[in-house]
Each structure stands twice: as C-alpha cells, then as structure tokens.
C-alpha cells in the first residue's frame, strides 16, 4: 500500500520563549515490509536540525529555536510503501538484544492484581500460539476508547479499569507479556483507518519477541497484527521512550498544543 502521511504540530506559549530543544521522533525507518520513499520535516521559522539515530536504533532529529518565541509549528510530511507481513518485523535496525525489553517502566509496571490475572491465562507451551493468545484476551478484556485519550494510560490502570485507548492497551499488553516471559516493547507510529471517516491519529501498539519467529507486532486495540495499514515509527519500552517530540523549553507561562494527523492512500487536503 502506499500511504501518505501528515503530521501537524502547533506549539503556542503564554508567554515568548528564550529557548526551545525538542527530540523529534517523526521519521519512520526502512525494513522488510516499509520502505520509506520522502520524508521531511519542516519549522515556521529559523530552527537548527539535526538527524542522528538513537540507542533503540529510532531516527530522530533534534531541533533547536531561539526566541522570543511565542509559537512554532512543526510540519513532517511523507510518503511511504508497506505490505501486510502479518506483523512479523524483519531487517529493522536492532541495536539492542531482546532481554533489554523485560525491564519495567512506571507505565508498564506490573501490579499484584495484573501478576494475578496473567497467571490465570494457561497459555499454551508453544510460544507463537501463547503470544496470539495472549493478545487476543487483553484485547477482549477491555472496553476500548477513542485512539488517543487522556488520563492515565499505565497497565495497572488499564487492567483496572478495563478501559483504554491504543496507548494504555499497549502499555498493558507489553506488561503482560513481560511477566509471560516475552520481551515487549512499545511502538510509535500511524494507522490508516479506511472504515472511519476521522481518526487517522498517530497509534501506538506492542512487539513482542517470540523464539523462533523474532519480533512480531500485536495491536490490542485493534485486535489484530500490524498490516500494510501502519507506518512504524519508533520503539521505546514504554510510550515515553518512543513519543513523537519531547523536549524542554525556557521561558515562563503556559502551552497550548494542537495535533493534527492524516494518513491515507491520497496526500492531505491543502
């Protein structure tokens, strides 16, 4: 499929800003299955950028203003090729071994009531069938939201609650899978929905390493694999570690963010 893709963001400050230094995870990779064919990124007004690659093997840039500065927009527009591999990940750039991601973060810690409920599941032996079952019952397990929402989107809240958008179940399916003796991370990146007239946000959804097979992508929101419907991004153990633009700024006063995503089969409207 190809997919064009459209990423907005629009900062506004209460106050001008000395200095703003954002990392920006915005520029999906090339591996089997994703071939990238253009890709920029562009800043309303004078900015110093600088691509370079990060320790999960993500290309970043990091994006340096000085003020006064009282807004800012940063505009990422691609297009890029991708076929349905039903979720198996191949030639990506892997820096880091497998057991790296079996550590917990804050967003993914696993709870009592969590370490309960997933030595309930009896997952089979066989490492493939217990990783599609797995993710097939956090997916059935919760009453899924909207995309993107806000609160708090940590496994233990997901699992208590039952509710979540594409972030927390994620977040809640890589610590399950932890405890289940499967690596799992985190993955940043979009969705082509062609049965929704809105809602192509930027999405999140979990790899999980199975023995023989390496990593493969489960999206427990979307009850599925990844298909030639994503764009892969970026991967973290959490959301944190792979969020689109994080950074600081100096200066006083408040923010104002807004987000705008498109991503389809046809450039965005201008």
Known sequence: MRLFVSHRTEYRFSEPQKRLVQLLRLTPGNHAGQSVVSWSI???????LKPARDGYGNETTMLYVDGPLDHITISVSGEVLTEDRAGLLDAAAEPLPPLHFMQATPLTRADARLQGYVAGLELPADPLAGAHLLAERIHDYLMLEDPQVGGDHSAAAALASRRADAQAAAHLLIAAARLSGYPARYVAGHLYRPYQAEGNAAHGWAELYVEGYGWIGF????????TESYVRVAVGLDHGQAAPISGARIGGGGEELTVNVHVGPEPAPQ
């Open 219 to 226: 999206d427990a929101h979307e009850g599925r694999c990844p």
């Open 42 to 48: 562009d800043v309303d007004r004078d900015a110093r």
